[in-house]
């Protein structure tokens, strides 16, 4: 199984390219919708989830913030389980 990358943003509405990975963005749970759209009509049938907080100090060695039902994986579970049923989600 294809699992797809998406590393998500606390700004809502940001799309940044990652340098780093070719045709990756970091996207803000805003961007992510229209993103997937398409490409869950295509076969799409799986994603992972990569917090990228980009506010001060959110990130520690314990992981605290990883299950923060505000943070930007939690949210984006929320709403991807409810726009696409189907889709298979791991957050890493």
């Known amino acids: 199984m294809l699992i797809?990358?998406?590393f998500?943003?606390?700004s809502p509405d940001e799309e940044l390219l990652i340098p780093s990975l070719p045709?990756?963005?970091?996207r803000g749970i805003n961007r992510l919708v229209p993103h997937l759209e398409p490409l869950v009509r295509k076969g799409l049938s799986s994603v992972i989830l990569f917090g990228v907080p980009a506010a001060p100090n959110v990130k520690d060695a314990l992981g605290?913030?990883?299950?923060?039902p505000e943070g930007?994986?939690?949210q984006t579970l929320r709403l991807l389980r409810s726009k696409f049923p189907s889709?298979?989600?791991?957050?890493?």
């Open 87 to 92: 889709l298979f989600i791991v957050a890493d």
């Open 72 to 74: 930007p994986v939690v």
């Open 8 to 10: 998500i943003s606390d």
């Open 64 to 68: 605290t913030a990883a299950d923060d």
């Open 23 to 26: 045709n990756q963005h970091r």
């Open 4 to 6: 797809y990358p998406l």
